[in-house]
């Protein structure tokens, strides 16, 4: 009867080491997954800081090259005038009726350069 109380007691003893070592496990085990959350949370915290920072950039580098894309067709425009009005004060008056048709045929277009 000793030896049997002798050895509950021991199962009884292991039971309590083996209960109290899984609830330590247990609580690590969901402090570790509190932690991967919050470091998850931050990681997309993040992400979308850089990605807003990104497509601020990206806006900023499309307004900016529309803004040369215009820049650079009214000096186109303007260059393409004052083309015109210098080949047509150097042209004989005779000729200068020509010149619109030959504009014309390249594609170009005539503004009055009598105006100028």
Not at 57 to 86: C, G, I, P
Request: proline share 1%.
């Amino acid at each position: 009867e000793k030896k049997l109380k002798a050895r509950v007691q021991e199962l009884v003893s292991a039971l309590e080491r083996l209960t109290k070592s899984s609830e330590i496990r247990h609580q690590q085990s969901a402090e570790f997954v509190n932690d991967l959350k919050r470091a998850n949370s931050n990681l997309v915290a993040a992400y979308e800081k850089a990605k807003k920072k990104h497509q601020n950039k990206l806006k900023k580098l499309e307004s900016q090259m529309m803004a040369m894309v215009e820049r650079h067709e009214t000096q186109n425009d303007y260059y393409y005038m004052v083309f015109v009005a210098v080949v047509a004060c150097a042209l004989p008056t005779g000729h200068r009726e020509n010149l619109q048709e030959i504009i014309a045929d390249c594609g170009g277009i005539w503004f009055d350069y009598t105006k100028i």
